[in-house]
């Protein structure tokens, strides 16, 4: 019998942020309705994982639920979640990423992620618009995918934090001209909007991590966060509230979803440690689930994906095998997504008119180049595999995985100390100190990568402060 998932509906929750009290309005909406438990989504949001009444609806006037397929809106997902617990961008503070997530106020078609290179937790390339920290204060890099593009391609400038809003509304307007190239889309949302780019002087480095463990009380600072996961995805209702209620007691401000079906509670002060858990042992809640279940993506209400996971789980811990940084996801032939994690378990689609005559599943397994879904390049490892051959399949890229770890880095460690005895020639601004590389060029001027800084035109005026072509300095860019 074919597994069906359905399509409850969510609540968007604008960067997977939100207060105790909003949390709190919505699991008592929530039990209004009926309900005695939510769940998460992957893009950080809040699903109502039953079905409702939606004549109901209008007695919460706080709430819009929405069913992204059928409504078109998208749900932001952002790394506000790991700040200040795991390695960040100085500038990208707690603080930054409320103020940037406050820009947006209009109802998105596309899927946003704004994210920070540093840290692993949140999926840095998943969105159609992807907006990932530089290490210029206030400025982004961005990749964009839009729904009919293969593949996700790095926009040709540097966004400042206050226009990203209306560069995305600008790209979400501009659809209707069906942009074929980032070059196109550059142009046309050049010409739609008037912001303050900045010139793309160095690529994006993403430092690779192995996945955190991101469970249980942790303490940072002179504070501790905590971490909680269900393995159904079903969060009581009864204890959700009272934790919002002791989160206000403990004045902390702000609850935040994690893409894996998750949540974090951060600035629990170090004096009502043991009152937390306390807390926790009289609800029973287990904070130290194995890695082996916290890594794991997989489709929201997909029976089949959940049962699988488990039948491989239990394999794993059958064996003592160790998964430690590595990430895993369930996807089938239907699924639209992006893979983001290690390793992807892919159902195939069953022969069509076989009558009576059933035959078994059968699965593909592929794996992210170094096992970092953020190179977005996947190898095929093995096809049309039976379901008793994936523990032992994966048993093998775990092993290949820990082989290799650190290897793929000193080799490119290893080119990177060749490359440090040559020198490039850049211009620097002495007002502003942008860099003109010309290996980049300047596209926001337009000025075409591998174009010499003699050639410039004399009218060339620095992208940030506008000085003039005679203000940049000849400088020796150590690579």
């Known amino acids: 019998m074919k597994n069906k ?185 050049s010409d739609a909007v008037d912001s303050n780019n900045r010139t793309v002087d160095r690529p994006l480095e993403v430092p690779f991590y192995p996945f955190p463990y991101y469970e249980g009380m942790n303490r940072f600072g002179d504070k501790y966060w905590l971490g909680l996961y269900w393995r159904n995805n079903r969060y009581d209702i009864r204890f959700l509230k009272a934790m919002c209620d002791l989160c206000a007691e403990n004045k902390i401000g702000k609850i935040s979803i994690t893409p894996w079906k998750s949540f974090i509670v951060k600035g629990i002060p170090m004096k009502f440690k043991l009152q937390w858990e306390r807390f926790l042992g009289s609800y029973g809640i287990n904070v130290r689930h194995s890695m082996l279940e916290l890594n794991w993506h997989l489709p929201v209400f997909d029976t089949a994906a959940l049962n699988l996971k488990k039948y491989l789980v239990t394999n794993f811990d059958q064996n003592d095998i160790s998964t430690y940084g590595l990430t895993f996801g369930v996807a089938n032939y239907e699924s639209k997504t992006y893979h983001f994690t290690s390793i992807v378990i892919e159902k195939n689609k069953q022969p069509e008119n076989l009558g009576d005559f059933i035959i078994r599943d059968t699965y593909n397994l592929l794996y992210a180049k170094n096992f970092d879904p953020n190179t977005r390049e996947y190898i095929m490892h093995v096809q049309d595999v039976d379901k008793v051959e994936l523990p032992g399949l994966l048993m093998e890229l775990s092993k290949l995985y820990f082989e290799q770890l650190g290897m793929e880095r000193e080799e490119e460690a290893e080119v990177n100390v060749v490359k440090d005895v040559n020198e490039e020639e850049v211009y620097q601004c002495k007002d502003c100190l942008t860099v003109y590389n010309e290996s980049y060029g300047d596209l926001t001027q337009d000025i075409s990568p591998n174009t010499p800084f003699d050639s410039l035109p004399e009218t060339y005026e620095c992208s940030i402060c506008e000085a003039p072509k005679s203000s940049f300095e000849q400088k020796v860019l150590v690579k």
């Open 5 to 189: 998932t359905k399509e409850s509906y969510r609540l968007r929750i604008n960067g997977g942020v939100l207060s105790p009290g909003e949390l709190k309005y919505i699991c008592e909406a929530a039990e209004s309705l009926g309900l005695d438990a939510i769940s998460f989504g992957s893009r950080q949001d809040i699903i109502f994982p039953e079905e409702i009444d939606k004549s109901m609806f209008s007695q919460f006037d706080k709430i819009q639920f929405i069913k992204p397929k059928r409504d078109g809106m998208e749900n932001i997902v952002s790394s506000y979640v790991s700040a200040d617990i795991l390695p960040s961008t100085s500038w990208l503070t707690s603080d930054r990423y409320l103020y940037v997530l406050e820009q947006f106020k209009h109802k998105l078609k596309l899927r946003v992620n704004i994210t920070d290179p540093k840290q692993r937790l949140v999926p840095l390339f998943t969105g159609n618009v992807n907006f990932v920290a530089s290490e210029h204060e206030d400025y982004w890099y961005l990749y964009v995918r839009l729904p009919e593009w293969k593949k996700t391609v790095m926009y040709p400038a540097l966004i400042y934090s206050w226009d990203m809003d209306k560069i995305e509304l600008a790209i979400e307007k501009v659809l209707i001209e069906e942009p074929e190239n980032i070059e196109t889309l550059f142009e046309l949302v």
